[in-house]
Each structure stands twice: as structure tokens, then as C-alpha cells.
């Protein structure tokens, strides 16, 4: 069973958007999963605006790689490295630590993450 980073069993992030890489609602993760797509995050309108300002636009649905475009409120699994660089610049959207896999701590101390806790 994967843990979260509080070493407890890890919890669904989000059904509604479903999210996470394997679209199960849980942040899990495998060595395909090149973007370690393992924080549950709240997303901001504010982190929206930097991912887009980044390369990568998480408001605009892609219907046909089943993204339905992100609203701020929504909860979703990020990308470890994504969330750390908004974090740096101060617009790290607040994380559920309960569904935050463990594998998040190998980028991010859970100091950082627990400053953001949701």
C-alpha cells in the first residue's frame, strides 16, 4: 500500500476532477510517470496562472487526453517539481498531506509542504 508523506496510508486526492496518473483519484506514481505527478494540491488561480506561464496550461479542458481544464478549488496530483519551483516563488497552491504520496519527499522537505497545508 503507498504511504503519504506523513507515513500513514496514502488517501484519494480527487474524484471530481478525477485526478492523478493512473486517473484513480489517488496521487500514486510508477518510473513511467516522468512528471512524479504526487502532490495533492488545492490549485489557486494564482498557480494556474504560473503553471500556464511555465509551458503548461491546466485551465483549458483536452477532451481527448480526458483533462477537463482546472478551476481554482479544484484538487489535483501536480507534478513534485512544478510545485516546488511555484513554492520558490511564493505561489505554491495549499496540499493535503494526507494524500500527498510519500515519493514527494525525495524533491520537497515535509517543512515545505507543511507550510502549505491545506
Keep these: 500500500m503507498p504511504l503519504n ?30 512528471g512524479t505527478h504526487v502532490v495533492c494540491a488545492m490549485v489557486t488561480a494564482e498557480f494556474l496562472d504560473f503553471s500556464k506561464s511555465r509551458g503548461n496550461d491546466l485551465m483549458t479542458p483536452r477532451p481527448g487526453s480526458s483533462f477537463p481544464g482546472l478551476q481554482p478549488g479544484d484538487k489535483w496530483c501536480l507534478c513534485a517539481t512544478r510545485w ?8 505554491a497552491p495549499p496540499v493535503d498531506l494526507e494524500a500527498t504520496h510519500s515519493k514527494a519527499l525525495e524533491m520537497i522537505t515535509l517543512t515545505q509542504l507543511q507550510q502549505q497545508d491545506n
Design 84 to 91: 516546488l519551483e511555484a513554492f520558490h516563488a511564493g505561489l
Design 5 to 34: 508523506v506523513l507515513g500513514t496510508p496514502l488517501v484519494a486526492c480527487s474524484h471530481d476532477p478525477i485526478t492523478g496518473y493512473f486517473r484513480d483519484g489517488c496521487c500514486q506514481t510508477n518510473e513511467l510517470d516522468l
